[in-house]
C-alpha cells in the first residue's frame, strides 16, 4: 500500500527522535495487564480500548515495524504495522491526546516501570509536527512561544493586576508596608506563577503575598519570565519546554535571585525543576528550583510564621497533583501545611503516589473536542472526593483546581456544611487555607535565609 506524504514523514521523524528511554518504554512491555485498573479512563468506561497497554500498543506497533527484526519480518506475527494512512495518525490523535493525560498512575503500577508518558509526549509531538494537534492545546502553545504566558496576558494588564492586588492586600491587612516587588535585584527568590493567578484566581497570589510579607521574606516577581506553566511538557515539544524555562531562569539571573519559587502548579514545578535539564536548558549560576510547598513547611516548621487552624474549621481533603506527587515526590509537604492551618483534614483513599488524576492533566483542558469522554471519567475522582465528606476539597495546582471544579460540577457533588445544610464542594489551595490561617500579629519578623536542605 503506498503511504501518504503525512504518514511517510510520521514514520520517518519517529524513527529519528525515540529516545533509549522511549524505546525502552516500548519494548519492555509484558502485556500482562497489571496496569489496565490504574487507569480512569478504563476503571470508568470498562472499554478494553481504554487500558494503558492497549493505548500503548497503538504506538508500539509502528515501533516494532522498524526496530523489531520479527516486526520486520513476521508483522502479522507479532502485531507490527507501519503507518501509511492518514486514518492511522487520526486514531494515535484520539487516543494519545484523547484518552490520556499523561498522569503515570498506569507507570507506578506497572511492574517494568514502562513509562507511559514518555511516549505520550513522543506521539504528540510528531502528530503536531503533522499539523495534527488539537486547536486549543496549539493556540496555547503559540500563545507562550508569542507572549511568554499560556493566556495572552499583556505586560500592561499583568503588572496593574499585581498593583492592584498589592492595594487589595494593604487594604486587607492594614498595613501599607506591604509590597508586591516586580523586578527587585538582590531579592532572595523570584515567585513565578501560573497565569490563572493574575487572570481568574487573584486570591490566589494574594495568600502568597500575604504569607511572604508576614514572613519578612526578600522576594520578588518578575516582568519578564513570570509563566511557570509549560506546554511545552503536554506536547511533547521540547523546544518550547526549552524556551518557556529559559525566560524564568533569565529573569531569575538578571535579578540575581538564590532561588526561584514556583507556585502552586503541578507540571510548572516538575518542568522547571525535573524537565529543564532533559530539555537542555542550560543554567550558568545555580539557581534552586523550589516550590511554593516546601517553603511553606519551612516557614511554619522554623516558627518564622504562626497559624491558627480554628480560622479553617470544616473538613477538608487533599487532592494529590500528579505531577507534584508521582513526578515531584511532594507528598509531605502539603500536608504537613494543612495539617497545621486546618481543623479537620481527612486523607482521601488512595493518596500520595497513588492518587488518581484530577482529570484535567495533561493539557486536557485545553483540548475542548475531548471534554464530554474527560467529564464522564470524572466519577472515580469524585467518589474519592464525596467518600471523605469534605467540604472543600484542597489542592496545590491550579490546573487541578479546574479539573476538580469540572468534578464536582459534572457530579454534583456536594458536603454538608452544617446539620442538614449541604453546599457544593470547594475547591481551594494549601496557600488560602494557609493565609487564612495566619496570626498576623505573633508573626517572626526575623529574615530566613534560604534553607540548604530545600
Ligand atoms: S503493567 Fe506494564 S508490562 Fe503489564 S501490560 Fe501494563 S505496561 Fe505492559
Ligand atoms: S498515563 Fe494515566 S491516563 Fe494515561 S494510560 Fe496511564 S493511567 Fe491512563
Avoid at 496593574?160 to 492586588?165: K, S
Avoid at 493574575?198 to 518578575?222: E, V
Avoid at 498576623?440 to 535565609?449: F, I, N, R
Wanted: glycine content about 8%.
Amino acid at each position: 500500500m503506498k503511504s501518504t506524504d503525512r504518514a511517510k514523514r510520521f514514520s520517518e521523524n519517529f524513527k529519528q527522535r525515540i529516545t533509549r528511554q522511549q524505546a525502552l518504554a516500548l519494548a519492555a512491555c509484558a502485556h500482562c495487564g497489571i496496569c489496565a485498573d490504574s487507569c480512569h479512563y478504563y476503571k470508568v468506561t470498562g472499554d478494553p480500548k481504554m487500558t494503558p497497554a492497549y493505548k500503548a500498543d497503538r504506538i508500539r506497533r509502528v515501533f516494532k515495524r522498524q526496530f523489531d527484526w520479527t516486526g520486520r519480518f513476521i508483522p502479522w506475527w507479532v502485531g507490527a504495522e507501519a503507518v501509511s494512512e492518514d486514518e492511522q495518525l487520526e486514531e494515535l490523535k484520539e487516543i494519545f491526546f484523547g484518552c490520556c493525560t499523561g498522569c503515570r498512575r498506569c507507570t507506578i503500577n506497572c511492574p517494568f516501570g514502562v513509562d507511559m508518558a514518555g511516549l505520550v509526549s513522543l506521539t504528540r509531538s510528531l502528530l503536531i509536527d503533522e499539523n495534527m494537534g488539537p486547536t486549543g492545546l496549539i493556540k496555547v502553545m503559540r500563545d507562550q512561544w508569542t507572549t511568554g504566558n499560556q493566556m495572552a496576558i499583556s505586560d500592561q494588564d499583568y503588572l496593574e493586576t499585581l498593583r492592584w492586588l498589592q492595594e487589595e492586600v494593604r487594604e486587607e491587612l492594614d498595613d501599607p508596608g506591604v509590597t508586591i516587588p516586580v523586578d527587585k535585584k538582590g531579592a532572595d527568590f523570584l515567585y513565578i506563577v501560573n497565569p490563572r493567578e493574575i487572570k481568574y484566581a487573584p486570591m490566589s497570589l494574594m495568600a502568597a503575598t500575604k504569607i511572604f510579607h508576614s514572613a519578612g521574606l526578600n522576594w520578588t516577581m518578575g516582568s519578564k519570565g513570570w509563566d511557570n506553566t509549560n506546554y511545552g511538557l503536554f506536547s511533547g515539544k521540547a523546544d518550547l519546554g526549552r524556551h518557556m524555562c529559559n525566560l524564568a531562569f533569565t529573569q531569575a539571573k538578571i535579578l540575581g535571585v538564590k532561588q526561584l519559587v514556583v507556585s502552586e502548579c503541578g507540571h510548572g514545578f516538575r518542568s522547571m525543576k525535573w524537565e529543564a535539564p532533559i530539555w537542555g536548558v542550560k543554567v550558568e549560576t545555580p539557581i534552586q528550583v523550589v516550590s511554593v510547598l516546601q517553603l511553606l513547611a519551612e516557614l511554619i516548621s522554623r516558627g518564622i510564621i504562626a497559624l491558627d487552624p480554628r480560622r479553617n474549621p470544616l473538613p477538608v481533603t487533599y487532592h494529590d497533583p500528579c505531577s507534584l506527587s508521582r513526578s515531584s515526590g511532594l507528598t509531605e509537604e502539603p500536608r504537613y501545611c494543612l495539617r497545621r492551618a486546618c481543623l479537620d483534614f481527612r486523607e482521601m483513599t488512595p493518596n500520595r503516589i497513588n492518587s488518581y488524576c484530577c482529570t484535567g492533566g495533561g493539557g486536557a483542558l485545553s483540548m475542548t473536542e475531548y471534554t464530554p469522554l474527560r467529564l464522564r471519567v470524572t466519577r472515580i475522582k469524585a467518589s474519592q472526593i464525596a467518600a471523605t465528606g469534605a467540604v472543600s476539597v484542597v489542592t496545590s495546582c491550579h490546573n487541578c483546581a479546574d479539573g476538580l471544579a469540572d468534578v464536582i460540577k459534572a457530579n454534583k457533588l456536594t458536603a454538608e456544611v452544617e446539620p442538614g445544610v449541604h453546599r457544593p464542594v470547594t475547591v481551594r489551595t494549601v496557600c488560602d487555607c494557609v493565609a487564612n490561617a495566619l496570626i498576623l500579629d505573633s508573626v517572626s519578623k526575623q529574615p530566613l535565609e534560604p534553607s540548604k536542605k530545600l
